[in-house]
């Protein structure tokens, strides 16, 4: 288990230097065309509404006219999204966007085989608290996951 950086979101909503840091050790962490499924929960409390704003619109189109996506809403402000994703030229600033707007991020690497549909089965009907979704991950649903710290002031990547 490895935690990276350290109150990464203050640097990110105000230091431009953190952002091309940021960027920079996505798109070496993934390659392009590489298939991955994001859970999202809730919107982020901590970033400024006009912020939301803007980036809730942007992320509508891209949930609307790209990939696959499933949410289960428990109420305005409180839901959880599954998307389906390929990593392209670009995405790292996708995942900024994400970063900022939701309380809750994991990323997961599929391992072959994995469906997104079996993925969405697993999150709808297996609701208990899964920390650093271990039990997922001992199923059989991937090797790797990056977790965003509640807050957001930090990331856990976990590996088998």
Not at 68 to 87: G, L, M, Q, V, W
Not at 139 to 145: A, L, Q, R
Request: a neutral charge; glycine letters at 6%.
């Amino acid at each position: 288990m490895r935690i990276i950086p350290k109150k990464a979101d203050n640097y990110l909503v105000y230091d431009g230097n953190s952002v091309t840091t940021f960027k920079n050790f996505w798109n070496k962490e993934f390659k392009c065309g590489q298939t991955m499924f994001f859970t999202f929960f809730r919107k982020e409390d901590l970033t400024e509404n006009t912020e939301l704003n803007r980036i809730e619109r942007e992320l509508e189109h891209i949930f609307t006219n790209e990939n696959t996506y499933n949410i289960i809403h428990i109420d305005e402000n409180r839901f959880s999204y599954a998307f389906k994703y390929e990593f392209k030229f670009g995405s790292a600033e996708l995942i900024l966007k994400f970063w900022k707007y939701f309380y809750g991020m994991s990323i997961i690497i599929p391992d072959a085989g994995v469906l997104f549909e079996d993925v969405c089965r697993y999150l709808y009907y297996d609701r208990e608290p899964d920390e650093y979704l271990r039990r997922f991950k001992s199923k059989g649903f991937s090797n790797c996951v990056y977790v965003k710290g509640l807050g957001g002031d930090y990331l856990v990547k976990i590996e088998n």
